[in-house]
């Protein structure tokens, strides 16, 4: 396709037209009032070479104008390009300003679709979770069905069971990862990281209720993440609840801002994971031991989920003698409205 | 032990009931959440097992409704929603714990045992008095290591009375906690199973406090 013509050149070619035909018509009127009126020749010599020099610059000046204007009404289009450039990187939820007439209907266009994108978005997540969650019960029937013929066939209540287990994993992964995917360029994403971590240390205790835990929290109120607050909680109720089932007796929850973004560490004062099996244990539904309770998958959503907020989960050793997990957010964009 | 049971799947609340009512409890069922709310209101429940999506009325908003209106019976929810930001907003709303489906019945079981344990002030899985063992795990109980048949009536009523031993248990609330909902409910039937009791267990194992109620002897 052929490319189109820049605009400032056509409206300074346009200009340029206009200027031509405006002379043209002077020169026109000029000459008629001439041989009407023989004497005003003299008058206009001597106005005009009087002030040569002044005329010259107000000529300049009525031309630098020109070009200032059209520069200035162009000047919309690229800060239009700005704040969409914004919206993409999920920095604006929409186009705010205002722009010339011609721009406006364009920009209000533009903020419809945007609206209608996240509305579709929205749909779009409402109906994976509703297909996740249809498919929980019937398998969690299926599951029963298949406990309850445990004792006639051993071997195929195992199978089912431990099919029905894998399902399970697969429809919370991949629920967790659209939804991240779709929060992720959120603007709106802010959470104190305070706020969830409390909600989490309250459920925590009282979930593990039986263990006698002490979860130690040194978290500013005011620390704040880029993330959405469900999947904030997600991230940090995997890595809370890990170091719960490990922890002898007690969990240090603790954060701090570094440069853009802020590091959340959870500590625990258990065995602790081997070096080698670090990385393994952030892949995907792998298990550190088979014996520990619950799925292998939590770890894997947590890097997952933080690596969609350009962020990262790691696994250390704690000065307390356990494991240290590391989570690394954006911090929350300030609001500048 | 008396445990309502709330889940809109008829199939999975007749699985839970059967499971429950096997393990010696006296099981209700509710299908939506207007039920449940009147079930819980006008009955007495030693545990709730409450499925948060429900018709009508969801789990949660019921839940609220409880804790506001005071009852503070042991809540275990079962969700289908797996996630931590919903485990904290059960927990924050009343629930004690919580199962994401699918779940094995087993741990529904442990988990009701362990709440209705813990709301009673009892530390040990197993109930111990005198030379009576019982054990909920199980839902067996023995005499000085023998062990002893009940009814699944004489089975509530006991282990309403031990997980209450430390108190008179007047005869209403026992009553309450042992019948389903819409059973003949007749306080003559109660002494009988009280009599049966005494017979297989010690006469001295149940005491008759006048006027008042039972207790558990200590010696039986």
Known sequence: MRRALSLRARLLFGALLWTAGLFILTAFLHSHVLSAHPALPRLFNRVFLSHTSLLGVVALVCMAAGLVQVRRGLVSFSDLRARLTAVRDGREPRLDGRYPGEVQPLVDELNALLADRDARVTRALAKAGDLAHGLKTPLAILAQEAERTGGRDGDVADTIGQQVERMRRQIDYHLAHARAAASTTDPAARCHVRVSVDGLVRTLLRLHDSRRLTIDVDVPADHEVRARREDLDEMLGNLLDNACKWAKARVVVASLVDGGGVAITIDDDGPGIEPSMREAVLGRGVRADEAAPGSGLGLAIVRDLAELYGGSVALDRSPAGGARATLRLPKGIVDSR | ?220
């Not at chain 2, 839970?16 to 819980?40: H, K, M, N, T």
């Not at chain 2, 009508?56 to 019921?62: A, K, M, N, S």
């Not at chain 2, 004690?96 to 530390?123: C, N, T, W």
């Open chain 2, 1 to 220: 032990m008396r445990v309502l049971v709330v889940e809109d799947e008829r199939r999975l609340a007749t699985e839970l009931a059967a499971a429950l009512r096997d393990a010696g409890y006296a099981v209700d069922c509710a299908e939506d959440g207007e039920r449940a709310d009147f079930l819980a209101q006008t009955e007495r429940y030693d545990a709730v097992v409450l499925d948060l999506g429900l018709p009508r009325i969801d789990g949660l908003t019921i839940l609220r409704r409880w804790r506001d209106a005071g009852l503070s019976m042991p809540v275990l929810v079962l969700t289908a929603r797996g996630t931590w930001h919903e485990k904290v907003q059960g927990i924050d709303g009343g629930a004690d714990d919580y199962v994401a489906k699918p779940f094995r019945i087993e741990e529904v079981l442990a988990r009701v045992r362990a709440l209705i344990r813990r709301s009673s002030g009892q530390a040990s899985p197993e109930l111990r008095c005198g030379e009576v063992t019982l054990d909920p795990r199980s839902a067996r109980v023995t005499l000085a290591g023998r062990p002893v048949k009940l009814t699944s009536h004489e089975y509530r009523l006991l282990s309403y009375l031990m997980h209450h031993r430390d108190r008179v248990v007047p005869r209403v609330e026992l009553s309450e906690h042992i019948y389903e909902h819409g059973s003949d409910r007749d306080s003559n039937t109660l002494e009988v199973f009280v009599a049966r009791l005494r017979r297989k267990l010690g006469n001295a194992f149940i005491e008759t406090v006048r006027g008042l109620g039972y207790r558990i002897g200590d010696r039986p």
